[in-house]
């Protein structure tokens, strides 16, 4: 479902508990409010460095860098290569 254009974030947790049903019914609730939800929160505390990844990357893209860097890769692993230096076009 994820590779179908579903986010991973909102599928897992309805995949999870399902997964859990259909081994163990006895286990749905103790798995959620255990085991998922304490690796939910662990994750949550990466959250802070996603708006700086972005911010990051969109600096990089407006001055130029991104396109600079993609040529000189490009012109150091030579045409042949080329898929080393893929990246996507601006809209």
């Not at 990466?46 to 490009?74: Q, T, Y």
């Not at 290569?81 to 809209?91: K, Q, Y």
């Amino acid at each position: 479902m994820a590779y179908q254009g579903f986010s991973v974030i909102l599928f897992a947790p309805v995949a999870a508990p399902l997964a859990v049903v259909c081994t163990s019914p006895a286990l749905v609730v103790p798995f959620y409010s255990g085991v998922f939800m304490e690796k939910m929160a662990s994750f949550a505390t990466l959250f802070p460095d996603v708006p700086a990844g972005l911010g990051f990357g969109k600096v990089i893209e407006l001055s130029g860098f991104a396109n600079s860097l993609d040529l000189g890769i490009l012109w150091l692993v030579g045409p042949t290569r080329a898929v080393l230096s893929v990246r996507f076009a601006p809209s």
